[in-house]
């Protein structure tokens, strides 16, 4: 398994709010190229505005923290308001009696405008719905919390309480050391359950709360604990590749390896039960896999790790484990996976890692991405890239207006907006690529190194075919490839520019 994942996620459905934009933007300016200043302006100045903005948006949901499920909402209704609206236009073009063939400019101008303002007001739609779905869902999975909790408490403190009771009325008979010292244990077991009990109430969004536990112990016990109940169950263990790992978490997670452990040996029907449980780790994540070779784990249970709700249960044989683990594992920001085929189940907790920078960085709490902080740096730092490379630009040759062309005007207006759009979205993309290198990489290498590698590849399929092949559609003469130094040399500029003032805008919202 893949754990770096756990820590860099991206979120694919956005890329079709940013296509909608893109889409939509390019054929209005095209239809609105009038003579006119102020039309033009109404027509296509602000519809511009309004779809690229929709595209650095989309391309925000791609890379930035959100979770994939908003991001679906968001596309679905961004999708739904295009549609819808392009229907409502349609309707009042015809019922108006407006001939499409006989003023195809006009009727194609006001669909395209109207069709960016469905679209935008769908994915502002969709975003309110993906906020109030996700408000639910916590409300949900704090219900569930609270009755884990109330089981927790019965389950441990009640059953010690009964405990003690029982020593005490014997330690008062007869002075029994024993009996003071199983007094003392289980208090001491009281106070670790009611200071733990905040954990399982908590979704884990801040790591200052966890502590850096180290994996092997923590699984080397819970192993223990499981074998010492079921004696006669073969439990290999090996650890070896997390030697010396810690993990951000608290002393419940060996109850919480327990219970899969636990659950392992009960689910399998064998005479003496063989459970194989693995420890693997990356820079950024560890993997706690748990296999065995019984006959699959329940359907309720496999669909309670499968759709993340928490059970109603009255019993611990219903599900009390598994609700445990999913609970803190979410505590942890962690999550919970499990796989079963004709060898038996796969169930494995995977935990962010305390001793690296990918696990406990200044991003730990970006689950996803960049964090909405970090997409508002890159943004800013891409406009200022942006304009640093147009003024070289318009200083060598004056090609900035040549960017409006791409979009059917060379209004030198337009060309400076779509050239800063066109920088915002490639400085999104920068910063995503930047996620994906190793943190272990040299942090000069990584933001510089990336930066002008992402520049070069810029000048060579974006500046150097893509845009002379697009001018070409349009009736413009190009030269193909153009692979100009004067070119190369802005590029590089602007990766630079970008490199410095992401780089240390970062270490600025870091302290």
Not at 30 to 40: G, S
Not at 118 to 139: I, P
Not at 272 to 299: F, M, N, S, Y
Not at 444 to 458: D, E, H, K, N, P
Request: hydrophobic residues 45%.
């Amino acid at each position: 398994m893949d754990v770096s994942s756990l820590s860099r996620r991206f979120a694919p459905s956005g890329l079709v709010v940013a296509g909608l934009g893109f889409f939509l933007t390019r054929f209005t300016v095209t239809l609105a190229a009038y003579d006119d200043p102020l039309r033009f302006f109404v027509g296509g100045l602000v519809p511009l505005a309004l779809g690229l903005g929709l595209s650095v948006f989309g391309v925000s949901l791609v890379v930035g923290d959100f979770e994939r499920s908003f991001v679906r909402t968001v596309a679905t209704w961004c999708v739904a308001g295009t549609g819808a609206m392009f229907v409502l236009v349609v309707l009042t073009l015809v019922a108006n009696g407006t001939n499409l063939a006989m003023d195809p400019v006009r009727s194609q101008t006001y669909l395209a405008n109207f069709l960016i303002g469905g679209s935008a007001g769908g994915a502002l739609t969709g975003v309110y719905a993906g906020h109030a779905a996700r408000q639910r869902r916590q409300l949900e999975r704090q219900t569930g919390r609270l009755e884990m909790v109330t089981r927790l408490l019965r389950d441990e403190v009640l059953n010690a309480v009964t405990v003690i009771r029982g020593r005490a009325e014997v330690l008062q008979r007869t002075h029994d050391t024993d009996s003071a010292a199983a007094i003392e244990r289980r208090t001491d077991d009281v106070a670790t359950t009611v200071e733990n009990v905040k954990h399982i109430t908590r979704d884990g969004d801040t790591l200052g709360a966890l502590d850096a536990i180290p994996v092997t112990d923590c699984v080397t016990s819970a192993v223990e604990a499981v074998r010492d109940r079921y004696p006669a169950a073969s439990i290999t263990v090996d650890t070896s590749a997390a030697d010396g790992v810690t993990v951000w978490a608290n002393p419940l997670l060996e109850d919480a390896v327990a219970h899969l452990v636990e659950n392992a040996v009960v689910y399998d029907d064998a005479e003496a039960p063989a459970v194989e449980v693995r420890v693997t780790a990356d820079e950024a994540g560890v993997a706690i896999a748990v296999a065995d070779e019984g006959p699959g784990l329940p359907a309720d249970q496999q669909a309670l790790v499968e759709s993340g709700e928490v059970a109603v249960y009255a019993e611990r044989s219903t599900g009390f484990g598994l609700n445990l683990v999913r609970l803190l594992a979410g505590s942890y920001g962690g999550r919970v996976d499990a796989s079963v085929d004709d060898t038996g189940t796969t169930v494995t907790l995977t935990v962010r890692r305390a001793d690296t920078d990918g696990g406990a960085g200044a991003d730990a709490g970006s689950s996803y991405g960049l964090s909405r902080r970090g997409l508002g740096l890159v943004v800013g730092a891409s406009l200022l890239a942006g304009a640093v490379m147009g003024l070289l630009m318009q200083y060598l040759g004056g090609a900035v207006p040549i960017i409006g062309a791409l979009y059917g005007t060379t209004d030198p207006t337009v060309g400076w907006i779509t050239h800063e759009f066109h920088s915002v979205v490639f400085g999104l993309t920068y910063a995503g690529l930047v996620q994906l290198v190793p943190s272990s990489v040299d942090d000069r290498l990584r933001y510089y190194g990336t930066a002008f590698g992402w520049a070069v590849a810029l000048w060579l399929v974006a500046a150097g075919l893509v845009m002379p092949l697009w001018l070409r559609l349009v009736g413009i003469p190009a030269p193909l490839p153009n692979v100009a130094a004067t070119t190369l040399g802005s590029h590089l500029l602007w990766g630079l520019t970008l490199a410095v003032l992401y780089r240390h805008g970062r270490r600025y919202l870091n302290e």
